[in-house]
């Protein structure tokens, strides 16, 4: 079985600072991971892919297979980066492909001006 | 304009009442889901499609079932609700000549009380 575990419900950083979002997996096969994201009165929508390396809005996010875990960072934190941000995982589905997805609970990320 | 849409936004009803969800999508997208989401809890994928006439069940068990007639809709139906079903209900679409794997495109979300 996959599971998600995002550890922070709620996380709570000043403009400026350094901000983690941690995200921990348990999966048996070869995962893929991502960060989706849904801002206030806006849809979910995918932020950043594991296997892109991108940063997008400054957010990185590194898998780490031996820690099991897919933290998103960024060094510093916007006020229009608050939002709810969940973490997803997809296990290999041959006859699928990659979209059957797996969501942690999220964590509500508050910028403090 | 290319978009997914829910209808219901809002739904209350009473026990015992047959309600149906409504998803659209005019992405040009094959696969569909609907996931289940309560307050503070993760999104559960409770109904996914391949494409026309393809239905599966999702992680969850759900008593709500879905149809695929048309490529473009994926309605969810309750055929007696119950207290318990009282939820958040996101669909979702992917695929398409522009597909990004685990790229899932959302609606608003219906949200259904049951009293």
């Known amino acids: 079985a996959q599971r998600v575990t995002q550890p922070e419900k709620l996380l709570s950083v000043f403009k400026g600072a350094p901000v983690e979002l941690k995200c921990n997996y348990s999966?048996?096969?070869?995962?893929?991971l991502f960060w989706y994201v849904q801002y206030s009165r806006q849809r979910l929508q995918l932020l950043l892919r594991?296997?892109s390396r991108e940063s997008i809005k400054g957010f990185t996010a590194d898998l780490n297979k031996g820690e099991t875990s897919f933290h998103l960072k960024k060094p510093f934190a916007q006020e229009e980066d608050s939002a709810m941000y969940y973490c997803a995982l997809s296990g290999r589905i041959s006859n699928f492909g990659n979209e059957k997805l797996t969501f942690g609970t999220g964590t509500r990320l508050t910028i403090i001006p | 304009e290319a978009d997914i849409y829910q209808t219901p936004r809002y739904l209350v009803i009473g026990t015992g009442k047959k309600i149906t969800l409504e998803c659209s999508q005019t992405m040009g997208h094959d696969k569909m889901y609907w996931y289940q989401q309560d307050p503070g809890m993760e999104l559960h994928l409770i109904h996914y499609s391949y494409g026309v006439n393809s239905t599966e069940k999702g992680d969850l068990s759900s008593e709500s079932t879905v149809s695929r007639i048309r490529t473009e809709h994926f309605p969810l139906t309750l055929e007696s609700a119950r207290p318990s079903h009282t939820s958040q209900y996101l669909c979702?679409?992917?695929?398409?000549?522009?597909?990004?794997?685990?790229?899932?495109?959302f609606g608003e979300g219906s949200r259904l009380t049951v009293l």
């Open positions: 999966y048996s096969g070869s995962p893929e």
């Open positions: 979702a679409s992917s695929g398409g000549l522009l597909y990004n794997a685990g790229e899932l495109f």
């Open positions: 594991h296997i």
